[in-house]
């Protein structure tokens, strides 16, 4: 099993910052990939940005490329998303999500290629 447990979330206005965080852990955690989702009311989940431990690489939606940054504390098994010059647009329930290991046909882009999920964090951008 793996635990997510999100915080973070809240509400700012439009052109504010916040930054998620995301600590992992459980006996089944593994560094393999990381990232977030969100889900506006009624919207389906929407890829944010997520990254592979062992590689540079990190992906992002275009949505939210040149203002959300991912990052991530080794020592705390913890990743971070900080969401600058939000809009309302970025109101959502936003998801943790980890893959401990390889699959086929992974896509960073689809919910189901992640195993674990956590509880959600709100975060509303008021205009």
């Known amino acids: 099993q793996v635990y997510l447990v999100e915080s973070g979330g809240g509400e700012v206005q439009a052109g504010g910052s916040l930054r998620l965080s995301c600590a992992a852990s459980?006996?089944?955690?593994?560094?393999?990939?990381m990232g977030w989702f969100r889900q506006a009311p009624g919207m389906e989940r929407e890829f944010v940005a997520a990254?592979?431990?062992?590689?540079?690489?990190?992906n992002y939606a275009d949505s939210v490329k040149g203002r959300f940054t991912i990052s991530r504390d080794d020592d705390k098994n913890t990743v971070y998303l900080q969401m600058n010059n939000l809009t309302p647009e970025d109101t959502a329930v936003y998801y943790c999500?980890?893959?401990?290991?390889?699959?086929?046909?992974?896509?960073?882009?689809?919910?189901?290629?992640?195993?674990?999920w956590g509880q959600g964090t709100q975060v509303t951008v008021s205009s």
């Open positions: 999500v980890s893959r401990t290991s390889y699959k086929v046909g992974f896509s960073y882009y689809v919910p189901a290629s992640y195993e674990y």
């Open positions: 990254f592979r431990w062992s590689g540079p690489r990190i």
């Open positions: 459980g006996p089944s955690f593994s560094r393999y990939i």
